[in-house]
Each structure stands twice: as structure tokens, then as C-alpha cells.
């Protein structure tokens, strides 16, 4: 059993992937909206690993660098290949360092297929269940986090 706040985390990750899904579906493509809301989805994840640890988000750990974040609580090492791959992708889709409305994040977002976005889209929901149930959920695994 999670911790309330572990909960909330995880569900806003869930409603992040729901709302890029949603755009996706909408407009038959992805935008900086969807994209950011991907995005969102994973950083929600990493960090409810984080607030089951402690509780709540300490500060120190409010980065956005989700990459960078999952090696220093050594969450990286514990992800398939694929989900680190993921994680990798979308990582420079963070909308806190490339805000909508510049050029160089709207390239970033349209210079992928919808093929692309597609696959990303697929292993979002997965990418979350992992986090959910493999190291939350997993005492051994989490176990061997480094907070």
C-alpha cells in the first residue's frame, strides 16, 4: 500500500498521460501540449518514487531533469533498456526548459512521426505501471534506491 501522497503522484502521471493521449487522438497528431503533458507524465512518476520515500518532495528534488533525477536516487539502473530509452526520448520535451511558443520546442515536437509519438504513447501507460509496481511496489527494489 502506497502513501497517500504517493497516490496523488502517481495519479496525476496517470491524468498527464490521459490528457497527451487525448490531444493526440484529437488533432490526429502531436502539439507542445500533448508533448508537455507527456513529459509531465513521466517527471509525476519519478518523482512519486521520491514522496514514497519521504513523504513529500523535499526541495532538493524538485529539478526537472528527470534523467538526471533517476540516476541520483539510482532509480536509472533499475529500468528495462526500453524504459530508459524512453525516458531518454522524452526527456528533452520538458515544457519548464522549452516553453511553448518557441521555435526551437515546436520543432522539437513536429520533428517526429506520428509513427513516433505513437510508440511513446504505448510505452507511457507501461513506463508508469513500472514505477507503480515494480519499484514502489517491489520492497527488494525499492530497497535499493539511494535517496
Known sequence: MVQPETASWLN????SFGAAQSRFNDISSMDVTGAGALFM???????????EHYGCLPPSFETHRIVNLSHRIGLWSQFPPDLRAYLADIAPLDPHVRY??????????????????QQRLTTAPRFIQYIERDVIGNPATFGKLTF
Open 12 to 15: 496525476e502521471s496517470r491524468g
Open 41 to 51: 507524465s513521466a517527471e509525476y512518476a519519478v518523482k512519486a518514487v521520491i514522496v
Open 100 to 117: 511553448p511558443g518557441e521555435t526551437a520546442y515546436e520543432t522539437l515536437v513536429s520533428s517526429s512521426s506520428n509513427a513516433e509519438w
